[in-house]
C-alpha cells in the first residue's frame, strides 16, 4: 500500500510565502513523477507544478517564476515552495504521484489526501 502525505498549507496574506510537503511511503519500487495539483471550488484540478523523469520540472504559466518545485530522492518527499501568493492561488492542492511498486509492473497514479492553501488579507 501507498500513501502520500501531506504537510505545510494554511493562510497567508498576499505576496506571502507557503511551503508545502508530500512524502511518499509503503511498497515503492520506483517514481517516475511527483508533484503538485490544485482546485478551487467550482474550477478543474489543475497541474500546479511536478518533477519527472531526469529531474525536469514543469509549471503551470499561472506560478513559474513565483513557485519553486524541489524533490528529495533518498526521502521519497517533493517540496513545493510558493512565493509571492496572490487571492487566485487559493485552492486545495494535492499532491500527485507516478509510481511503481515492482520492477516489472505498470505505473500507478496516486493522490494525496489535499491541503487547504488559503490566500486573504
Known amino acids: 500500500q501507498v500513501q502520500l502525505v501531506e504537510s505545510g498549507g494554511g493562510l497567508v496574506r498576499p505576496g506571502g510565502s507557503l511551503r508545502v510537503s508530500c512524502a511518499a511511503s509503503?511498497?515503492?519500487?520506483?517514481?517516475?513523477?511527483m508533484g503538485w495539483y490544485r482546485q478551487a471550488p467550482g474550477k478543474q484540478r489543475e497541474l500546479v507544478a511536478n518533477i519527472v523523469s531526469g529531474n525536469r520540472t514543469n509549471y503551470a504559466d499561472s506560478v513559474r517564476g513565483r513557485f519553486g518545485i524541489s524533490r528529495d530522492y533518498a526521502k521519497n518527499t517533493v517540496y513545493l515552495q510558493m512565493n509571492s501568493l496572490k487571492p487566485e492561488d487559493t485552492a486545495v492542492h494535492y499532491c500527485?504521484?507516478?509510481?511503481?511498486?515492482?520492477?516489472?509492473?505498470?505505473?500507478?497514479?496516486?493522490w494525496g489526501q489535499g491541503t487547504q492553501v488559503t490566500v486573504s488579507s
Open positions: 509503503g511498497t515503492i519500487f520506483s517514481i517516475d513523477a
Open positions: 500527485n504521484a507516478l509510481l511503481k511498486i515492482r520492477f516489472s509492473g505498470p505505473t500507478y497514479q496516486y
